[in-house]
């Protein structure tokens, strides 16, 4: 892994599995499923789930600093472990709540790359007991800006013409579906793009394996065919904001980028606003893309 531009934030399973029981190191899972860390997890990890632990549902927005203090102290996590994060679905919701770490500005994070996946398929064990650690010590931050997109900086952002990367589903991207069918009550009024919005889906970063693609693929994927900069700056966005975190994540750790934030409102907000423009279709960029089409 030493290609990447950030080898340190991967980890192996290998790794992951000599550090299981290193009092410095703590494993943290997270799914879209929740089942899954009941029926077994990797020995000593901790549950952090994307919904119930790291979003307050009453502004519909994360957690607020002491919030997450909390969470940390509460897993055993202090200012200076070492968190690695693993899940399911080749790790969007380890991506996503490493970028919830790194929006209150916890150093020490890594993934494990493959996931869940590749935990299983090298044929490793997995435990039924849930954990648990003394209370730590935490103090975070308050949020950090550079790494999250709101919805009126998107909006600036779009209309400067700045890359913009839509990380769905080609049908999604297209605005032929308007919603995942996995998620009925998670859909937009609306379907389409962000003007000017490069689709590059979210699978086209992993290997079968769930582990990421090397760094000579994800180089020609998204800085030769798609012709993105390392140096400009750069939002990506999905559907909620789990898949584009992924894509962040391989943006900003694997491939060096400099300014990439993830825009985690995503198509849910931007679908169902007042006021902003939309593109269907299979181009960035149509002549009759207007504001409120």
């Not at 290997?207 to 693929?217: C, L, Q, V, Y």
């Not at 931007?270 to 299979?282: E, L």
Request: aromatic share 10%.
């Amino acid at each position: 892994m030493a290609e990447y531009a950030d080898p340190d934030v991967l980890v192996s399973t290998d790794w992951v599995a000599e550090h299981q029981n290193d009092p410095s190191v703590r494993i943290v899972e997270s799914n879209e499923d929740r089942a899954l860390y009941i029926q077994g997890h990797i020995p000593g990890a901790v549950e952090i789930d994307w919904l119930i632990d790291l979003q307050d549902q009453n502004v519909r927005d994360y957690v607020d600093r002491v919030g997450f203090e909390k969470i940390c102290r509460d897993n055993g996590i202090s200012n200076d472990t070492t968190v690695v994060f693993y899940g399911d679905q080749n790790n969007w919701w380890a991506c996503y709540a490493f970028w919830v770490f790194k929006l209150y500005g916890h150093e020490r994070c890594k993934i494990m790359n493959g996931g869940r996946k590749k935990w299983q398929l090298d044929g490793r064990a997995w435990s039924t007991d849930r954990v648990s650690y003394p209370a730590a010590t935490y103090t975070a931050p308050e949020q950090d800006k550079s790494v999250r997109a709101l919805r009126d900086e998107v909006l600036k952002h779009q209309k400067a013409g700045k890359a913009l990367i839509d990380v769905r589903s080609p049908e999604e991207y297209r605005g032929e579906r308007l919603h995942m069918p996995e998620y009925p009550n998670e859909g937009a009024v609306r379907g389409g793009h962000i003007p000017g919005a490069v689709n590059i889906p979210w699978p086209l970063s992993v290997n079968e394996d769930g582990t990421f693609k090397s760094a000579k693929d994800l180089e020609k994927l998204y800085c030769k065919t798609n012709h993105l900069k390392r140096r400009s700056p750069t939002i990506a966005y999905c559907r909620i904001g789990e898949r584009s975190s992924l894509t962040w994540f391989v943006l900003k750790y694997l491939l060096g980028f400099g300014n990439v934030r993830n825009y985690d409102g995503s198509w849910l907000e931007w679908g169902n606003s007042v006021g902003v423009p939309i593109v269907k279709g299979p181009e960035p960029t149509a002549a009759s893309a207007a504001p409120g089409a």
